[in-house]
């Protein structure tokens, strides 16, 4: 393959991550053909700590500032600058392990089939390490069905052909988060995720910052949202879109009980009442159980 390797970093406001991620790219045993970091706003000083990091890179380092409009529209400028053929992407509060890059080029490069790969995590919080439960082993093959439920690739654990982009199109830049969860399961009804079963990517969690827990209440309506677009655009396979639906279903009710709970009952009730208009792709006998 020896194609060049395109490390795309969004970031906004963490100056005091940023050198750690940056530092764990240029440290790589296998160096990427450029970085693009994309400052999506910041009002910190994350320039000037991405200036001093930079100085030890060995390859070209581009930096574009913008105005604030999310992750998955960050992403999105950096790939439509990248010169690459793959993508790798690090979110600027996680960090590599400096075999990353090579372990995963080495695959691809063994088996030019993979189009899109993705590796274990280890997790911290607060500085001390974390066990994952069961439900975030992350799959391999063709992995559809568990990416309904919930995000099982990590976003800096990707390396991914340039072509899955023009076949599947960019993150959507509407989707304040789950964006990545939107984007896999657009690649996952067709193409097979590779797992790189190694640990090669790190990531501390629990800080009020991320968008993890400034969404936490409420994130299924953004899942909600994309399993929609799944199933109005026509997207799917029969045996797909039945699954889609019942996951839609489940979705529906979770976060719409919760919005009757928390006194948002004409919310609540347009969600349970949203998954009816997909039902003729369920199997009768699984309605009349409902």
């Not at 970091?37 to 574009?64: K, M, W, Y």
């Not at 026509?234 to 699954?243: S, V, Y």
């Not at 347009?270 to 208009?277: F, N, S, T, V, W």
Request: hydrophobic share 35%; net charge positive.
């Amino acid at each position: 393959m020896n194609a060049l390797i395109s490390v795309i970093l969004p970031t906004f406001n963490r100056a005091g991550y940023l050198k750690r991620a940056i530092d764990s790219v240029i440290d790589q045993h296998r160096k990427p053909g450029e970085l693009i970091i994309i400052d999506d706003g910041s009002t910190d000083n994350s320039t000037r700590v991405i200036q001093e990091a930079c100085r030890r890179a060995e390859f070209p380092v581009h930096l574009i500032h913008r105005k604030n409009r999310g992750a998955a529209a960050a992403r999105n400028a950096g790939i439509l600058q990248a010169r690459g053929e793959i993508f790798c992407f690090l979110d600027s509060d996680d960090w590599w392990d400096p075999g990353k890059i090579a372990l995963q080029a080495a695959e691809h490069e063994k088996n030019p089939a993979i189009c899109i790969s993705h590796t274990r995590e280890i997790w911290f919080r607060k500085g001390v390490r974390v066990n994952q439960k069961k439900k975030h082993t992350p799959a391999n093959g063709f992995i559809f069905s568990a990416c309904l439920k919930m995000c099982v690739v990590g976003m800096s654990t990707v390396m991914v052909s340039r072509e899955l982009f023009d076949r599947f199109g960019l993150f959507d830049p509407e989707l304040p988060c789950c964006e990545d969860y939107d984007l896999w399961l657009r690649i996952a009804r067709e193409v097979p995720f590779f797992l790189v079963d190694h640990a090669l990517t790190l990531k501390e969690g629990g800080r009020p910052d991320q968008l993890s827990q400034i969404y936490r209440q409420g994130m299924d309506r953004f899942r909600i949202r994309s399993l929609r677009n799944l199933l109005e655009n026509n997207l799917l396979a029969p045996d797909q879109e039945k699954e889609t639906v019942a996951e839609l279903e489940r979705k529906c009710r979770i976060y719409g009980n919760g919005c009757i709970k928390h006194g948002r009952q004409r919310e609540g009730e347009q969600y349970l009442a949203l998954p009816e208009q997909y039902q003729s792709a369920r199997p009768a006998e699984q309605q009349q159980d409902h």
